[in-house]
Structure formats: structure tokens, C-alpha cells
């Protein structure tokens, strides 16, 4: 039965070893896992079919480091919350999209490219989500430099 | 084929956050396309979030959603606390859970009311609504509002429940659950609302798990999620109650859902009660000096579904990153599955069905499209189109 | 009594504009028509198109996107009309005036005749100020 996250985490080092940068477990059902960003559809499909982990949602942010995403998973049987964490640099950032995968991603992916301009390649439609009209193009209100 | 007649809804009907645009691309009778716009109730709290201290926070994520005031708080608090490893105490657990339970009854009954409404069903609308008021008058009692009940802190809650106040709400909720009854009887045994949202927009086990929809969207669709059981937080591992879920995925199982989870929420309430009244040790709140650097992130099940908060801290009085994901969020992408192929006047009741918070009835009905200039129909004809239908129904019965 | 006394005096009907708000305000505007409360008895009602209105209500802060809708509303009205702004976030914009979508308080985009603060305000502060409004005639 996979459930913690020390599990999860072994077995993702066995299939996708160089790609995991880094990882911290916080308790019982919370660990960050820090992977390449070539590698996230990977890892993603195989939380999402092989592990049947539900996507909540991702955050991003913008930090020294340059934009930083955490891919929030849940599985539901164990109450477990994976993060992984994705660091773009801050020269156009762009990354693959994960609507091919499961719809829930199409409209966080379009918040994340209006408020801080990060890129989804192969998304369907990056139109604005939210903000049609109130700030022009290319600015991004959750950019550290806005106002 | 001729060319599509559009339909608006909205913008204005509050969801959770954003009351959103949807305009049905129309063939007919037939919803061949549905398109959203939101951004109309965009206030950018998460932004505003990172310029207020912890405390001040809680205030704001109260006013995410006015419905789900109790809920927002609850994941936020959750969250602090994972971040700062504090526990708390049992007692503050059961007022939490209090608290908690009867929001989503009386979230459930708006819901009910504005069904019936959208149905043509007036009078359900009035008597749920009716049988709300008890409820909120037991939370002006309990936290001196209405809404926006200001209970949680981190670390605890901000006001008790006296002994005094715990006979006063067992009565009201034993008054409540006959009327629950009878409500619940109206709505079941009714053979128009069962024609009306049998087999009408239904979302299957796979819909829901490509959308990730949550609460009783997915329950009514047979995937059990729900995270008071899945990852238990404040006083639900200590009470008995089960998961409500059904099968069919359509509009009636979603009712059906929603009003047997009423029941076990007054339970849930009844067990809390009666142990608040023995568990008097260690106060209603821990004190919390100061918030270490972390992230965290806090769940709570809302009367729609899962509230998702994450936050960054960088051990400073305020948040680095807050994000907050709201259950409408993902519910309301499925509107895409649910209405394409239905036909108009089945189309409200279908939007109707993940609860996006149905708030308000009117809403801004413009003559014609904002950006296109085509001729669209009001929400007045849509609502008129749904009421119809149910005549004809009733008459044909 | 002339003829604007006349139909300002009964049955004054009403069109709800929600802006960005969290929908306490936009229930609490629905609970007053519900039984408890029922203002539905002196003739108010919500109805659909403010081309019917003799009252528009405005709760929750005003943003960017939503302004250009409340002036098209406001220039839709039939005149002379009644605006009411509902709750602290319609009176200056409350907890919201800081954000960065924010697009003033109500009054600055278009006249406000009564005000009716409070987070939400009370059925019963709604009914004082429906009170206020049917003594407060249109110019």
C-alpha cells in the first residue's frame, strides 16, 4: 500500500532518479519534492493514473530563485498532500502545460500565465482568465516589479 | 447549420469567488458550446493577503465567500498551525467543528431554496429559506453576526460556548430536524422534481476525475472525497458520522446528497455538544508567539467542497505566498460536461447543480453583448424558459 | 402630490447589482424577501432588468471590469432612479479598497442616495434603510 511519503518518495527516486532534486517530508501526510521541470508531465502522469492522486491546484510565485509553481496533489484515501516544486528562471519563464492530462490544470495554468507571465507550451488556450481589459498586455500584477 | 444563438448567464451570479459570464452557444433548443468569462469579482485578495499580518488575514479569507465564511478561515487555520506545530486544544476542536457543521446547513438549505427556485418551485425556496433563519440565529448567539462569524485564531478560537447556550441550540436543532423531514419529503416524493433532474446533468466517475471536482459534486457522482474523513482535521475523528454519497451523478442525486448530509451534521453537532459539555480542561486557545519559516498547506471541506489555502512564510508577521483555491474553482469547469447536449431551460438547474454559490437571482441582463454587439437573450427568458418546462410537466402528470 | 411623489410612495422595485463582493450582502438582500423578514408585503420586489427598476441596489466593491457594467447599467435606468449602496465594501470599499483591481467606492462612479453600512448589514438595517429611502424622495 503506498501512502507515506517516504514510500512515494523512494519509489519516485527508483523510477525517475536524476530528475528528483530534492525532497523534505514535513509529517505523516505532507512532503515537497523539488524535480526538473523537463520531467513534470512525467511525474505528474504518474501521481495522476499510476498513483490515482487528485490534482488540487498549483501556486506560484516569484522569488529570488526566479518563479517558483508547487503542483499540489491529494490522495484521498490517505489524506497525503504532495508538492512538487518546479523553479523557472526569471528570463521567460515557460513550462509544459498539464491540461492533456486532466482538465482541472486549464484554468489555473491560464491564471498563472495572466498574473505572472509564465508561459504553458501546448496549452489550448492561454486567453486572459480574469482580468480582460484591466491591465494591459504584458503586465503582470503578482510580479514582484508590478507598481 | 445556422448560426448559433447565444445565451448569457450572468455575469452577475456570485460564485465562490468570481461571478462569471456564460454564454451557451445554442443550436436550437440544443446547448451545443458553453464559454466562460470571469473576472468580475476578481479583488485580489491572495495579493492583498501578503500585505496583512496573521491575524489580519483571517478577516480577509472570511470574505472570500460570504457562505463559506467559516470554511476559509478553517483551512487557513490549519494551515498556521501545521506551519507553527501548534495543537489545539480539544475544546476549541469541537466549537471549530460547531461552527463548521451548522454553516453547512444552512448552506445546504440555500441551496435547496434556490433549486426550487430555478425549478419554478417558489414554494421551497420559502421554506428553506424560513427554516435557514433558526440556524443563523443560533450563530448570531453563538459569535454576534449573522455571517462573518470572526471565530478563528490561530491557535484556537476567539470566543466560548457557555453552558447556558448549549440547551437553547440542542432545542433548535430538534426543531430543526422535523423540519428537515419534512423538507426533505417535499423535495423526494415529488414526482416534477424528479422528472425536472432525473438524468439531467450527469457527470460520470471519469468527468469527475479528469475535472478533479470535489465535495458533493464528486460525492453525488460515487467518488468519496470528502477531507474531514480523508485527512481529519479539528473534532471530526472524534465523532461518529459517515460519508454521503450516490451514484447517478445527475441533479437529483446532487439534491439527494446535500439534504442527508444535513442530518449527519446536526448529529456531528449533537456529539460536539454533548462533549463540550465534559471537556472543560485546557481553555478554547493556545497562545502562538510567532510563526516559523515554511510552508504549509491547510484543507477544510466546505459545503461545496474541498478549500485548498497554501502559504509561505518567511518568518515575518506576514504571508510571502498565499494561495487560496476555492471548491467552485474546479466545479464549475465541469459545467462544460454537465450542460453540452442538454437542452436550454435543463441548463440553469444543470449550473445550478455544483452550488456555485447561486447567491442572487438577479443578475445584469444587457440587451446585447458586450463585445460582439449579437443579440442575446436575458436571464429572464432562461428562467421563464425552466419554469415552463415545469409547468408542462406538472400539467402532463 | 406630484406625479414623482406618487410613484416613488408604494411598491418600489427593485434591481440587485452584486460587484465583486463575498455574497453575505447579496444574501442577506435575498433573505429580506424570504418569510422571516418579507419586504415582498409593501410591494418591493427583485426583477429582472433594471429597465423595470425604480431602485437599484449595489453591494460589494466596485472593480475594474465591474465599473464599465454599472455605468452601462446606470445610463440603462429609467430617471429619475434610486441607488442604494449595501454593506461596508459598496459605502467606501471596506477590506477591499486596497486591492489592486479596486475602482472606487460606489459613489465616486455614480450617485448614491442611501447608504446602509454594515458586514454584513442586518435584514433589519436593510428595512431601516428602505425605510429612509421611502421618506427620501428623488430630486
Avoid at chain 1, 515537497?32 to 499510476?50: G, R, T, V, W
Avoid at chain 2, 453537532?269 to 508567539?289: A, N, P, S, T, Y
Wanted: hydrophobic share 40%; aromatic share 10%; net charge negative.
Amino acid at each position: 500500500m503506498m501512502g507515506k511519503p517516504e514510500d512515494i518518495i523512494k519509489d519516485l527516486k527508483g523510477i525517475f532518479s536524476i530528475d528528483i532534486l530534492d525532497d523534505s517530508i514535513k509529517s505523516e501526510t505532507r512532503a515537497s519534492i523539488q524535480i526538473a521541470e523537463k520531467a513534470l508531465p512525467e511525474i505528474s502522469k504518474y501521481f495522476h493514473e499510476d498513483l490515482h492522486f487528485r490534482f488540487i491546484i498549483a501556486s506560484a510565485l516569484e522569488s529570488k530563485r526566479g518563479f517558483e509553481i508547487y503542483y499540489h496533489f491529494s490522495d484521498d484515501q490517505t489524506g497525503c498532500v504532495i508538492n512538487l516544486h518546479v523553479i523557472l528562471p526569471t528570463e521567460n519563464p515557460e513550462i509544459e502545460s498539464l491540461t492533456a492530462l486532466f482538465e482541472a490544470a486549464n484554468w489555473m495554468e491560464r491564471e498563472m500565465h495572466e498574473l505572472l507571465g509564465i508561459n504553458f507550451l501546448n496549452h489550448p488556450n492561454l486567453e486572459k482568465l480574469i482580468s480582460e481589459g484591466n491591465w494591459a498586455e504584458g503586465v503582470y500584477p503578482y510580479r514582484k516589479n508590478y507598481e | 447549420m445556422s448560426k448559433p444563438t447565444i445565451i448569457p448567464i450572468g455575469p452577475y451570479h456570485p460564485l465562490q469567488e468570481e461571478p462569471e459570464l456564460f454564454k451557451l452557444y445554442c443550436d436550437g433548443e440544443i446547448v451545443r458550446d458553453i464559454k466562460w468569462e470571469t473576472g468580475y469579482n476578481h479583488r485580489g485578495i491572495e495579493k492583498l493577503s501578503e500585505s496583512k499580518t496573521f491575524d489580519q488575514v483571517f478577516f480577509l479569507v472570511e470574505r472570500v465567500c460570504g457562505i463559506c465564511s467559516t470554511s476559509h478561515p478553517f483551512a487557513f487555520a490549519n494551515c498556521m498551525e501545521e506551519i507553527a506545530g501548534v495543537e489545539v486544544p480539544d475544546r476549541a476542536k469541537y466549537i471549530r467543528t460547531i461552527i463548521g457543521e451548522m454553516e453547512r446547513i444552512h448552506s445546504h438549505l440555500l441551496w435547496v431554496g434556490l433549486a426550487g427556485h430555478f425549478l419554478g418551485y417558489n414554494t421551497v425556496f420559502m421554506w428553506s429559506w424560513k427554516y435557514r433563519e433558526p440556524v443563523l440565529d443560533l450563530f448570531e448567539m453563538i459569535t454576534g453576526n449573522r455571517n462573518s462569524y470572526a471565530m478563528f485564531k490561530i491557535g484556537g478560537v476567539r470566543r466560548d460556548i457557555p453552558d447556558n447556550m448549549i440547551p437553547v441550540m440542542q432545542k433548535e436543532l430538534d426543531a430543526l430536524k422535523l423540519k428537515l423531514n419534512l423538507l426533505t419529503g417535499a423535495v423526494m416524493d415529488d414526482p416534477v422534481i424528479h422528472a425536472r433532474t432525473k438524468g439531467v446533468g450527469i457527470l460520470t466517475r471519469e468527468d469527475i476525475i479528469d475535472f478533479a471536482a470535489v465535495g458533493p459534486t464528486a460525492r453525488a457522482s460515487g467518488v468519496a472525497i470528502d477531507v474531514r474523513k480523508d485527512d481529519p482535521y479539528a473534532a471530526y475523528p472524534l465523532v461518529n458520522w459517515k460519508v454521503i454519497t450516490s451514484e447517478a451523478g445527475d441533479v437529483f442525486a446532487k439534491t439527494e446528497v446535500r439534504l442527508l448530509e444535513m442530518y449527519e451534521s446536526v448529529s456531528i453537532i449533537e456529539q460536539c455538544l454533548e462533549k463540550l459539555k465534559k471537556e472543560k480542561e485546557g481553555g478554547i486557545d493556545v497562545r502562538v508567539k510567532n510563526v516559523p519559516e515554511g510552508i504549509g498547506t491547510g484543507r477544510a471541506e466546505a459545503p461545496r467542497g474541498e478549500v485548498f489555502h497554501f502559504v509561505i512564510t518567511d518568518g515575518g508577521y506576514t504571508p510571502v505566498r498565499h494561495k487560496i483555491r476555492a471548491p467552485s474553482y474546479v466545479n464549475i469547469a465541469t459545467f462544460k460536461k454537465s450542460c453540452v447536449g442538454q437542452s436550454i431551460s435543463d441548463a440553469t438547474i444543470s449550473l445550478a447543480a455544483v452550488d456555485p454559490c447561486y447567491c442572487c437571482t438577479e443578475r445584469m441582463a444587457m440587451a446585447y453583448d458586450y463585445h460582439t454587439r449579437i443579440a442575446m437573450m436575458g436571464t429572464a427568458d432562461l428562467l421563464r424558459m425552466s419554469r415552463e418546462k415545469t409547468d408542462n410537466i406538472r400539467s402532463s402528470l | 402630490m406630484a406625479f414623482k411623489d406618487f410613484i416613488f410612495k408604494k411598491s418600489l422595485w427593485l434591481f440587485h447589482f452584486g460587484g465583486a463582493s463575498c455574497n453575505n450582502c447579496d444574501i442577506e438582500i435575498l433573505d429580506c424577501l424570504t418569510p422571516r423578514y418579507d419586504v415582498e408585503r409593501f410591494g418591493m420586489q427583485l426583477v429582472g432588468s433594471i429597465r423595470h427598476a425604480d431602485v437599484l441596489l449595489v453591494n460589494g466593491s466596485i472593480n475594474k471590469k465591474d465599473k464599465v457594467r454599472l455605468l452601462e447599467i446606470y445610463h440603462q435606468a429609467p430617471k429619475p432612479i434610486l441607488v442604494v449602496a449595501i454593506g461596508a465594501c459598496g459605502c467606501t470599499g471596506g477590506i477591499f479598497a486596497e486591492g489592486n483591481t479596486f475602482a472606487g467606492p460606489v459613489d465616486k462612479i455614480i450617485p448614491v442616495d442611501v447608504y446602509i453600512p454594515g458586514c454584513p448589514p442586518k435584514p433589519e438595517a436593510i428595512i431601516g434603510g428602505i425605510v429612509n429611502l421611502i421618506n427620501k424622495q428623488p430630486a
